[in-house]
T-cell receptor, first 114, second 112 residues
Framework: KAGVTQTPRYLIKTRGQQVTLSCSPI?????VSWYQQTPGQGLQFLFE???????NKGNFPGRFSGRQFSNSRSEMNVSTLELGDSALYLC?????????????FGPGTRLTVL | GDSVTQMEGPVTLSEEAFLTINCTYT??????LFWYVQYPGEGLQLLLK?????DKGSNKGFEATYRKETTSFHLEKGSVQVSDSAVYFC???????????FGKGTKLTVNP
């Protein structure tokens, strides 16, 4: 069974641009969550999607948005990029909601903003 | 707010040494607790978890016990190997949602 896949793996953008990251969950998984990992702030929750609906959102500005498609694939978008958005963005999928459903993480997309 | 605090790294040990990585949490109610491991260039993998007080999670020789009285979930391994070199994250759940609250991570290096 294929794991969580994220594309692209690496991305370089300049300030002011926007970016879209993609996450394909494990087949059959319906919940997708996104996290930002930086050396200074560590791992921080961005948002969670289940059945194409955002169920939970972390403390990030409105420049960060996401969506989930009917096949459970998810995308996140960051507009008007800032230098501080440079990070590893991790996607995690699980069968359903709740902590009895283990979250499986993808390898991440490393975004560098110049 | 709810948070997770784990010991600062990095931690450097010799092979076969005993490992402890401390983790404490604050939370309302009784969260589920987790240890994740991140190998270089990879995403996070669940190492072990405990869902209620006094539960012991274990996997690959690692253990952690959910201590409600001390709000702790310390990770231990009796004899580390070079292949255990990685970053370890303690985490708690967000109370019914998929949100995980992570500690800052502890980098472990095991030398032969």
């Amino acid at each position: 069974k294929a794991g969580v896949t994220q594309t692209p793996r690496y991305l370089i953008k300049t300030r002011g641009q926007q970016v879209t990251l993609s996450c394909s969950p494990i087949s059959g998984h319906r919940s997708v969550s996104w996290y930002q990992q930086t050396p200074g702030q560590g791992l921080q929750f961005l948002f969670e999607y289940f059945s194409e609906t955002q169920r939970n959102k972390g403390n990030f500005p409105g420049r960060f948005s996401g969506r989930q498609f009917s096949n459970s694939r998810s995308e996140m978008n960051v507009s008007t990029l800032e230098l501080g958005d440079s990070a590893l963005y991790l996607c995690a999928s699980s069968l359903g909601r709740g902590t009895y459903n283990e979250q499986f993480f993808g390898p991440g997309t490393r975004l560098t903003v110049l | 707010g709810d948070s997770v605090t784990q010991m600062e790294g990095p931690v450097t040990l010799s092979e076969e040494a005993f490992l402890t990585i401390n983790c404490t949490y604050t939370a309302t109610g009784y969260p589920s607790l987790f240890w994740y491991v991140q190998y270089p260039g990879e995403g996070l993998q669940l190492l072990l978890k405990a869902t209620k007080a006094d539960d012991k999670g274990s996997n690959k020789g690692f253990e952690a016990t959910y201590r409600k009285e001390t709000t702790s979930f310390h990770l231990e391994k009796g004899s580390v190997q070079v292949s255990d070199s990685a970053v370890y994250f303690c985490a708690r759940d967000g109370g019914g949602s998929e949100k995980l609250v992570f500690g800052k991570g502890t980098k472990l290096t095991v030398n032969p």
